[in-house]
């Protein structure tokens, strides 16, 4: 890709979402959003730099995977802008929800979902330190230190004020101790009724998935009596079939994710994923984003061609990807021609088509979605639940090697870590745990993750730097 062709694209993606931004803030007041949303929602301010994360992710990427990179940040960018219109257009029906509680159901509903983790995810990514100053409210509160840095944040921004007002809150009983407790405490703050799904400890069995079709009739239930929402299940046949659409995209993208080298990686691959099944399933640009990676892929795998001009080594990542260090693949990619494959947030399409011939058959669907997803199967019931998934997808990915992102307020998997490390001896998989913090970089730094990365490809992969002076 020549330097004039790379700039004009740069040009267009900068001019394109603050186009978008712009028609944002027109239709909800230029003045309403420069003097009054915009100090009430200080996080915005941060969001308005969200541009330079194409500078982060396509450093020294060139031709089909810039392209990639660049649709991929432009498709994120417009889906928070789009999340923005609603939480100001439609705040008469908005209702908080958790993570691990996907919004096809609240969509369905004519219900505006909002993520009460989304800030705390996404902020970081754009700027390594924008959640510390939550973090450290919620623990001025008296929230244990210990915990994982994600719930914290969450908690921060609704001690501060700082989330929409809202009708309701949908929590689940997922994925860890910290999670759960947090919603107790956003409960009382913002004073808002509150519906809990029990998500079954051991769900591979039809009485499990029974029982949780029925939690989800109960909170459709309760959501029906407690918002103005009603169920419309031909609008959730249409966003499922939507959804159907996007996976099978996805899929072929993953088989030609096999080829090595790989035609893509990284945030086409990962990032896609985590905004696409969990921010906005169903949405026709989610399709159209992974129909767009897919087409992309097929060319440079007709071309002859990988992601990487020299493919190296391929990884797997396991648990979160790291939110302050979100330049670390790119890096990777530059330090030793190691190309992300695919990570543990991703591989959740064990049961990717949902049935929309009946009522009882999209329930079922998106409770095997919800029950069997990461940050669900992996971190409850046994501890194959946590390992089997990364020897099937090292089988699958041809992967080179496995690289742990050891949060440290991640407890129930950091008890797994020995047991793992036994494992991939027995499977000859080379194994990395890298220590740090998911949201504070305080904890462990920049520096001190590409430390530890250092070491482990000098001294256990025998690589050297390809960037070293």
């Not at 947090?182 to 913002?190: A, C, D, H, N, P």
């Not at 950091?414 to 745990?433: S, V």
């Amino acid at each position: 890709m020549n330097r004039l062709r790379r700039n004009y694209l740069h040009a267009s993606f900068v001019a394109g979402n603050w186009t978008a931004i712009a028609g944002m803030a027109l239709r909800n007041g230029l003045f309403k959003t420069l003097l009054k949303d915009m100090p009430r929602y200080p996080w915005m301010k941060t969001l308005l730099r969200a541009n330079l994360l194409l500078d982060k992710f396509g450093k020294d990427r060139d031709d089909a995977y810039f392209e990639a990179t660049r649709l991929v940040t432009r498709y994120i960018i417009r889906g928070f802008v789009e999340l923005l219109d609603d939480m100001f257009q439609r705040g008469d029906r908005l209702i908080i929800h958790e993570d691990m509680v996907p919004p096809e159901i609240f969509r369905a509903m004519n219900l505006t979902p909002f993520m009460a983790e989304l800030l705390g995810i996404s902020l970081p990514i754009i700027d390594p330190y924008a959640v510390e100053e939550y973090i450290d409210l919620s623990e001025n509160a008296g929230v244990p230190p210990d915990i994982c840095s994600l719930p914290k944040s969450t908690m921060g921004f609704a001690l501060a004020d700082q989330f929409p007002p809202a009708l309701a809150l949908v929590a689940s009983n997922l994925p860890c101790d910290g999670g759960m407790a947090s919603y107790t405490v956003m409960e009382r703050k913002l004073n808002l009724p509150t519906v809990r799904i029990d998500i079954p400890h051991h769900f591979y069995n039809d009485r499990a998935r029974t029982y949780f079709v029925s939690e989800l009739r109960r909170m459709i239930t309760w959501l029906e009596a407690n918002t103005p929402g009603k169920m419309d299940w031909d609008k959730l046949a249409a966003i499922c079939e939507e959804r159907n659409r996007m996976v099978e995209h996805e899929l072929e993208l993953w088989e030609m994710l096999q080829t090595r080298p790989a035609p893509l990686a990284a945030e086409p691959v990962y990032l896609s994923h985590l905004w696409g099944s969990n921010v906005q399933p169903g949405h026709p640009a989610s399709t159209r984003i992974f129909k767009q990676l897919s087409d992309l892929a097929r060319k440079n795998i007709d071309a002859g061609k990988g992601a990487l001009k020299d493919e190296k080594y391929r990884i797997l990542l396991w648990n979160p990807p790291l939110l302050h260090a979100s330049d670390l693949f790119n890096w990777a990619e530059t330090a030793y021609g190691a190309s992300l494959i695919i990570d543990s947030m991703s591989y959740n399409s064990r049961e990717p088509y949902i049935d929309t011939s009946s009522e009882e058959a999209m329930l079922y669907g998106l409770g095997l979605n919800i029950m069997e997803g990461p940050m669900a199967r992996h971190t409850r019931g046994p501890a194959a639940n946590y390992t089997e998934d990364i020897f099937d997808m090292a089988k699958r990915f041809d992967i080179d090697m496995l690289w742990v992102a050891g949060h440290v307020g991640c407890k129930n998997t950091a008890a797994l870590n020995g047991m793992l490390r036994e494992k991939c001896r027995e499977h000859g998989l080379p194994m990395l745990i890298i220590n740090y913090d998911l949201s504070d970089p305080r904890v462990v730094s920049n520096a001190g993750i590409l430390e530890q990365i250092n070491h482990f490809m000098e001294n256990i992969m025998g690589a050297k730097r390809r960037d070293a002076a």
